[in-house]
């Protein structure tokens, strides 16, 4: 398809267990963000990736959160030892440049629900 | 302070009237982007519209306009001849020229289409 692409879409994991959330963006886009919304909230910057540049990490909550970006194109959030407050949807979106005057395109989300 | 503020939760609208849905932001940059995101209930975020600091002229989509008001720092969203499909969350966002490397949101505005 031609717009960003997450998996899982729904995703039901164990308190304690690592999980990984997917992004494909689309294609040629350089710049790639994370976001997480939780029920009935705003959205909450994670983290941005911007071609070849050093990702700016300054929304990550915590150390158990962590995000990669390969070949400048899927990204892949990576959550260890999950906790009941990580329940959330997160969001993924690309956009053709990080400039700012580029909107953003966004995936249709991964419902995360740690039990 | 807040980058982006939503201050009207909820809003209702008759089928085919106008609606407008307000948005404020904070910024010292002289280049920034404004967009406006409809997220229905399914979860996906859908870029609206864009309005540029730059721009002399308010943005418009079809019926979605933007009365962006540079010196009062708004902008607000005007949807014409409503639908029951416009019932969602609309979300504001910005973009700073400066860093630029997320979007900021607002808490959002839950609009009600009432047939």
């Known amino acids: 398809g031609a717009g960003v692409s997450q998996s899982p879409s729904n995703k039901v994991t164990e308190k304690g267990k690592d999980v990984e959330l997917r992004c494909d963006p689309i294609?040629?886009?350089?710049?790639l963000y994370w976001y997480r919304q939780s029920l009935g909230q705003g959205l909450e910057f994670l983290i941005y990736?911007?071609?070849?540049?050093?990702?700016?990490k300054s929304g990550l909550p915590s150390d158990r959160f962590s995000a990669e970006r390969t070949g400048g194109s899927v990204s892949t959030l990576t959550i260890q030892r999950t906790q009941q407050e990580d329940s959330a949807v997160y969001l993924c979106?690309?956009?053709?440049?990080?400039?700012?005057?580029?909107?953003?395109?966004f995936g249709q989300g991964t419902r995360l629900t740690v039990v | 302070a807040q980058k982006i503020t939503q201050t009207q939760p909820g809003m209702f609208v008759q089928e085919k009237e106008a609606v407008t849905l307000d948005c404020t932001y904070d910024t010292s940059d002289q280049s920034y982007g404004l967009f406006w995101y409809k997220q229905p209930s399914s979860g996906e975020m859908i870029f609206l519209i864009y309005q540029g600091s730059y721009d002399e002229q308010n943005a418009t989509e079809g019926r979605y306009s933007l009365n962006f008001q540079k010196a009062r720092k708004s902008a607000n969203l005007v949807i014409s001849a409503s639908q029951l499909g416009d019932s969602a969350m609309y979300f504001c966002a910005m973009r700073e020229g400066r860093t630029g490397n997320q979007f900021y949101f607002g808490t959002g505005t839950s609009l009600t289409v009432i047939p």
């Open positions: 990736f911007q071609g070849n540049s050093a990702p700016d």
């Open positions: 979106a690309s956009s053709w440049t990080g400039k700012w005057n580029t909107e953003a395109f």
């Open positions: 294609s040629g886009h350089t710049a």
